[in-house]
């Protein structure tokens, strides 16, 4: 019998993920799983496309702009004297942890470097873009009850 992706499947699928020109943003050749109809981070409307899909199915699931990663937030993006950034922070691409006073760790990307200035962004290097998110299926089987309970725990939380 062909499993397919319903409620309760533990999933395995490697993705990509490209722009609307086709160059590959992302890819993951080690399988990623999921328990399918377990809230659990999965997009939504990624877990809607993959239902009643079998082993070996190519699924592609466009995103809008900001439907993912989130739209552009200003007060993530600094500019600071570059003459007040560490030498090895000078990098284009360079991505800078920074803890706030709860403790939080955000990474932010240097994004701009000039003579005198330094920019870093602390939005996700995706939001704002539309993505095509293209997905293999590995893997189709039944989620053992751990494996439920396991991700319901984590939900609650």
């Known amino acids: ?60 699931v466009t995103f809008e702009p900001g439907e993912v990663f989130g739209e552009v937030d200003k007060d993530l993006i600094f500019e600071d004297d570059i003459k007040n950034v560490p030498e090895e922070y000078r990098q284009l691409g360079k991505v800078v942890e920074f803890q706030n006073e709860s403790g939080d760790v955000k990474p932010f990307t240097v994004t701009e470097i000039t003579d005198s200035k330094i920019i870093l962004d602390g939005n996700h290097p995706l939001c704002n873009l539309k993505i095509n998110f293209n997905v293999t299926i590995l893997n189709i089987r039944d989620a053992t009850q751990t494996e439920i309970s396991a991700l319901n725990e984590v939900t609650e939380d």
């Not at 993951?28 to 799983?33: A, F």
């Open 1 to 60: 019998m062909t499993e397919i992706i319903s409620k309760n499947k533990y999933v395995e699928f490697t993705y990509s993920i490209t722009n609307d020109e086709g160059q590959i943003i992302e890819q993951v050749e080690m399988p990623v799983n999921y328990v399918h109809g377990v809230k659990m981070g999965l997009w939504p409307k990624l877990e809607d496309a993959l239902e009643n899909k079998k082993i070996d199915d190519q699924v592609n």
